[in-house]
């Protein structure tokens, strides 16, 4: 016989809920996920990240998919399109996680590029102009710095050399007391009486504090599930997807906050699948 909840235990369940959310930062996938889609919150995250104060969003999408047949698809954090028609790119990495962090950046700025350019220009005039953020916890080169662009320069090591690629790497662990180390330190904390990141602060006091906040996170909670149940179906469907299957797991114990064990009852996983993404995994974890 099914134990029907009191009214008690329901509500105790929206105040463990809100206190979830209210220790969440923004480097936890779901809250991040809510404050991207706002255009003016992610609008005053780029304008630091930039250093352009007069930046505005045309256009703004999170968990992006491109969709590649022959080899990884990659999911964006967030793509924007400013006024000038450039992309920015921001992808929030939690952990070091054994991963090959240039090669990810190139492999991601070479799929945008490639998805977004147009088919037909013999000229290549219409290769977009593209800026990637990527933005971790820790310090993963070690020099010190909150920022690490990547500059370009001809022969000469003087003369500037640029293709519309700007690639940089950007940290919280470090605080050099630039508007981009203070804009990651309320990332690492994202307080919802933290008011000294203007808009974007009134986007987390409001997803952290209101019922019309809590609601918002409790349906991207839910899509995230529901994509994660479908995602693992159709990879399940296909020979040779471990891959996929693996990221959905993963992406599940993140986005959830669950056990790698908890992730595959959502799935579905074989029993008989289930020792070998738990050996896969254990190398990337």
Same mark, same amino acid.
Request: hydrophobic fraction near 35%; charged fraction near 25%.
């Given at each position: ?10 509500? &105790?369940?929206?105040? %463990?809920? +809100? $206190?979830?959310?209210? @220790? ?6 779901? =809250?991040?996920? *809510? ?51 450039? &992309?920015?790119?921001? %992808?929030? +990495? $939690?952990?070091?996680? @054994? ?6 950046? =190139?492999?991601? *700025? ?176």
């Amino acid at each position: 016989m099914t134990k029907k909840l009191s009214e008690s235990s329901l509500l &105790l369940t929206q105040e %463990e809920l +809100q $206190k979830h959310i209210l @220790g969440m930062t923004l480097f936890n996938d779901l =809250l991040a996920r *809510a404050v991207l889609e706002d255009k003016e919150a992610c609008e005053h995250i780029l304008r630091i990240l930039t250093g352009i104060k007069t930046l505005v969003i045309k256009k703004n999408k999170t968990q992006y998919v491109i969709s590649k047949l022959s080899s990884h698809n990659i999911i964006m954090d967030v793509l924007a399109e400013d006024a000038n028609n450039k &992309l920015y790119e921001i %992808e929030i +990495q $939690k952990a070091d996680g @054994g991963i090959a962090h240039e090669k990810r950046m =190139l492999y991601y *700025a070479s799929t945008i590029i490639n998805e977004y350019f147009f088919k037909g220009d013999q000229t290549y005039a219409s290769v977009p102009e593209l800026h990637i953020f990527y933005i971790s916890q820790t310090d993963i080169w070690k020099l010190g710095k909150t920022c690490y662009p990547i500059l370009k320069f001809l022969g000469d090591t003087t003369t500037p050399y640029n293709d519309g690629l700007h690639m940089c790497y950007i940290n919280a662990e470090v605080n050099d007391s630039s508007d981009i180390a203070q804009l990651m330190q309320y990332f690492s904390t994202a307080a919802a009486d933290d008011f000294s990141q203007g808009k974007l602060s009134q986007c987390i006091n409001n997803l952290k504090t209101t019922k019309e906040g809590l609601t918002t996170m409790d349906n991207f909670s839910k899509q995230i599930y529901e994509a994660g149940i479908n995602d693992g179906r159709a990879e399940g469907l296909a020979e040779g997807k471990a891959e996929g299957k693996a990221e959905s797991i993963k992406n599940l114990m993140s986005t959830l906050n669950v056990s790698i064990d908890q992730a595959m009852d959502i799935l579905k996983t074989p029993p008989e699948e289930r020792q070998y993404f738990k050996d896969l995994l254990d190398k990337e974890l």
